[in-house]
């Protein structure tokens, strides 16, 4: 885990390390470039000695360059789980060095840059909704011209400010009351160097305590401790004289990030739904989630049964008005009721198969539900199933 931070300057000195890798992309804006990750590979961030690049691809996390190629920010490099990986084992950290343990804040990383002359702030992805969202927060603040002049003198002096942005509208998992922009570590832009640093403009994370000389049975006694606290989403493990960090994620905060994740659109949900795993998800959700969530249930068994007695119906009265018996269908029967009787009935060409399936001695209920179960297989199916079933929810 122990290297130096890799000198970079110009967009050049990044290029090379990640030429031929899918799992980065070089994204070009209006003036500026962004250089980060999308996936991870087994040997994306490799620092082994027959992979080269990998202290260079521990900085792809959202650098950007201007017009010219020069670098103009770096946001936090890549660090990991304890236990992740090898290097990050609680036997190969550096225990008996100087740490510090820091909150992790459940909310945006944003890190400022200068384009155009002008301070903006950036997620990873740079320009994005969260980052304006925060850009018109710092304009409501009494005192948002003095952050704005920080991060200015920052960024003139060729350091990156980094930040988390939590707010009650920007919610992953923990509830923030109140937005904050809370200054987590300042980064020097061409070495890479954490600098230390002091405001009372910024909230900062909270710090648990510098702790020098621990061992490694220390760190798994308090890891066993702080793994079980809810309401938390972890730690940071910081090193004070390397800058280098791993983190640890409370064990409640990993079950509930997944399940939100699982719920993270209403296609999912109508794949737990109809898996019947919802009722082992409901009581770890907040009041917000499964309030939309028991909705969104409500109003989709409403549309999927009332769909199944209408076609139930129609299809009965096509049957019994021509006096067709299942089991027993004649290839006449099937010409008549695929050139007459289907074309002047209520059901629409979607719905015929339901009526060609029953004639095949398949189930009415067995097909409506083999219908739910392939929309959510992607979101244009499904839009146009919930369209179809009459089923109202929020985007």
């Known amino acids: 885990m122990k290297y130096d931070f890799p000198i970079i300057k110009t967009i050049d000195d990044v290029l090379w390390a990640i030429d031929g890798r899918d799992e980065f992309i070089v994204a070009e804006r209006d003036g500026h470039t962004i250089i980060n990750y999308v996936m991870c590979k087994p040997d994306s961030f490799d620092m082994s000695t027959t992979t080269i690049g990998g202290d260079i691809r521990r900085e792809c996390r959202g650098l950007i360059f201007d017009d010219t190629g020069k670098l103009i920010r770096r946001p936090f490099h890549k660090f990991f789980n304890i236990g992740e990986r090898e290097e990050t084992m609680p036997r190969n950290l550096p225990m008996d060095e100087d740490y510090e343990i820091w909150e992790k804040m459940d909310g945006s990383m944003i890190a400022p840059f200068m384009l155009n002359g002008q301070v903006r702030m950036g997620t990873k992805m740079g320009l994005t909704d969260i980052a304006g969202d925060v850009e018109e927060w710092l304009k409501d603040q009494p005192d948002g011209a003095a952050k704005r002049a920080w991060i200015n003198v920052h960024l003139r002096c060729g350091l990156t400010p980094l930040f988390e942005w939590v707010s009650p509208d920007n919610k992953i998992v923990l509830q923030y009351d109140e937005a904050s922009l809370v200054l987590l570590a300042i980064r020097n832009m061409e070495t890479g160097v954490y600098v230390p640093f002091e405001t009372t403009l910024f909230e900062t994370a909270k710090v648990y305590g510098a702790t020098a000389g621990n061992t490694t049975d220390t760190l798994e006694a308090y890891l066993d401790v702080a793994r079980q606290e809810i309401d938390r989403e972890g730690d940071i493990y910081r090193w004070k004289d390397t800058g280098h960090m791993v983190k640890g994620k409370n064990s409640w905060y990993v079950r509930i990030h997944k399940i939100k994740d699982q719920i993270r659109t209403y296609r999912h949900v109508l794949a737990i739904i109809l898996e019947n795993d919802l009722d082992d998800i409901k009581p770890e959700l907040d009041k917000t989630d499964l309030d939309r969530v028991n909705k969104f249930e409500e109003n989709f068994w409403e549309g999927y049964y009332k769909k199944l007695y209408d076609i139930y119906g129609i299809v009965h009265s096509i049957l019994k008005d021509n006096k067709i018996v299942l089991g027993g269908v004649s290839t006449e029967d ?28 398949k189930a009415l209920p067995d097909q409506h539900m083999a219908n739910m179960k392939a929309c959510t297989s992607n979101t244009k199916k499904f839009e146009e199933t919930m369209d179809w079933l009459g089923v109202k929810y929020e985007n």
């Open 334 to 361: 099937r010409k008549n009721i695929a050139t007459v009787y289907l074309p002047n009935s209520k059901l629409t060409k979607k719905e015929y198969p339901y009526m060609f399936g029953m004639l095949d001695n």
